[in-house]
């Protein structure tokens, strides 16, 4: 697993780290979820949230309230409580807060039984995890999730905040999302920052949260050196 730091800008902390797969060699997350078949989901699901868990109790700043974000497959999910019980073992193993865990997942075209999701969400929060939604305006992610339930945070796709400095359509497009964020009671988290620029506007429409390559590039098994930009 290697870890990506999504900060606080206004408070100048780490706000979380997303734990990312990687080969053992390095590979991307790409190269390896392609081998994953139907018939090992659940079975991977499981090894790298557990994997993600241990190495945050081992890294993470035991006196602080660092979040771990761990990307999760819903098709892998069979029964939400039963699922769970890895991670909650994996946890209670390395003394790791349960409440500093954040799941967030993406809808794709496998993706077809909402009510599942939203038990799973529900159960979720439930046990106190945080729950997010991932790549919020790219392909599937978007309102009709949105309709259907309602997550802690939403991250928004790094399509959509690449060249939204100069964009009046894609600044419009966020408006509507801080709009919805705000009345549903949801926390906003922007991805893929790159330019001071992309980060200037992002502030300026009221984002705090924010990740990309602009402030670090993810570090395998370790804490990658973070710059705060202003």
Same mark, same amino acid.
């Given at each position: 697993? /290697?870890?990506?730091?999504?900060?606080?800008?206004?408070?100048?902390?780490?706000?979380?780290?997303?734990?990312?797969?990687?080969?053992?060699?390095?590979?991307?997350?790409?190269?390896?979820? *392609?081998?994953?078949?139907?018939?090992?989901? !659940?079975?991977?699901?499981?090894?790298?949230?557990?994997?993600?868990?241990?190495? /945050?109790?081992?890294?993470?700043?035991?006196?602080?309230?660092?979040?771990?974000?761990?990307?999760?497959?819903?098709?892998?999910? !069979?029964?939400?409580?039963?699922?769970?019980?890895? *991670?909650?073992?994996?946890?209670?193993?390395?003394? +790791?807060?349960?409440?500093?865990?954040?799941?967030?997942?993406? &809808?794709?075209?496998?993706?077809?039984?909402?009510?599942?999701?939203?038990?799973?969400? /529900? &159960? !979720?929060?439930?046990?106190?995890?945080?729950?997010?939604?991932?790549? +919020?305006?790219?392909?599937?992610?978007?309102?009709?999730?949105?309709?259907?339930?309602?997550?802690? #945070?939403?991250?928004?796709?790094?399509? #959509?905040?690449?060249?939204?400095?100069?964009? =009046?359509?894609?600044?419009?497009?966020? *408006?509507?999302?801080?709009?919805?964020?705000?009345?549903?009671?949801?926390?906003?988290? =922007? &991805?893929?920052?790159?330019?001071? =620029?992309?980060?200037?506007?992002?502030?300026?429409?009221?984002?705090?949260?924010?990740?990309? +390559? #602009?402030?670090?590039?993810?570090?395998? &098994?370790?804490?990658?050196?973070?710059? +705060? *930009?202003?």
């Amino acid at each position: 697993m /290697a870890f990506h730091p999504i900060i606080d800008i206004t408070r100048g902390i780490v706000w979380g780290y997303e734990a990312l797969v990687r080969g053992t060699r390095g590979e991307p997350a790409g190269a390896i979820l *392609s081998q994953v078949d139907e018939e090992r989901q !659940y079975k991977f699901d499981q090894a790298c949230r557990v994997k993600a868990i241990e190495l /945050a109790g081992r890294l993470f700043p035991a006196t602080e309230d660092t979040k771990l974000s761990i990307n999760f497959m819903p098709n892998a999910v !069979y029964e939400p409580a039963a699922c769970i019980r890895t *991670s909650l073992e994996a946890a209670r193993r390395v003394g +790791f807060d349960t409440r500093r865990i954040m799941f967030e997942f993406t &809808e794709n075209e496998r993706m077809v039984d909402t009510k599942h999701v939203a038990r799973i969400i /529900a &159960e !979720y929060r439930r046990l106190g995890f945080i729950t997010a939604i991932d790549d +919020f305006g790219a392909g599937h992610a978007g309102l009709n999730l949105l309709a259907n339930f309602q997550t802690d #945070l939403i991250k928004i796709d790094m399509e #959509l905040i690449r060249g939204i400095t100069d964009s =009046a359509a894609r600044q419009a497009i966020l *408006s509507g999302i801080l709009v919805m964020a705000r009345a549903l009671d949801i926390t906003i988290i =922007a &991805e893929g920052i790159e330019t001071e =620029a992309e980060l200037a506007t992002l502030k300026s429409a009221g984002i705090n949260l924010f990740q990309g +390559f #602009l402030f670090a590039r993810p570090a395998i &098994e370790n804490l990658p050196p973070v710059s +705060f *930009s202003a």
